[in-house]
Nanobody, 124 residues
Framework: VQLQASGGGLVQAGGSLRLSCAASGRTGSRYVMGWFRQAPGKEREFVVGISWSGSSTYYADSVKGRFTISRDNAKNTVYLQMNSLKPEDTAVYYC??????????????????WGQGTLVTVSS
């Protein structure tokens, strides 16, 4: 499975962005998907995960109420709508996938496939 993340950019604090992650390859299989981010000088951290059906999601506390994950399996694409952005949201955002029929996962070690990352910069 290949993942291509897009949609990053520069936005002012309080603004919004929508990231997309398009999957190709073995897209007929069922994958949980997740978004992680890595700020300069920091470790990669979990942002949000979604089950293969989209019926179950799990958010990091830092983004709960501001970010929304969704997926369109017909288009093999996962979206991350980010609202009320803060400077501390500045990071490279990575999408990840793993063959799994259960609920969303928050441990990066449990994801087998990763996209290349897209940079989100939030100015104050």
């Amino acid at each position: 499975v290949q993942l291509q993340a897009s949609g990053g950019g520069l936005v002012q604090a309080g603004g919004s962005l929508r990231l997309s992650c398009a999957a190709s390859g073995r897209t007929g299989s069922r994958y949980v998907m997740g978004w992680f981010r890595q700020a300069p000088g920091k470790e990669r951290e979990f942002v949000v995960g979604i089950s293969w059906s989209g019926s179950s999601t799990y958010y990091a506390d830092s983004v709960k109420g501001r970010f929304t994950i969704s997926r369109d399996n017909a288009k093999n694409t996962v979206y991350l709508q980010m609202n009320s952005l803060k400077p501390e949201d500045t990071a490279v955002y990575y999408c990840a996938a793993d063959l799994y029929l259960g609920g969303p996962k928050s441990d990066s070690k449990e994801y087998a496939y990763w996209g290349q990352g897209t940079l989100v910069t939030v100015s104050s």
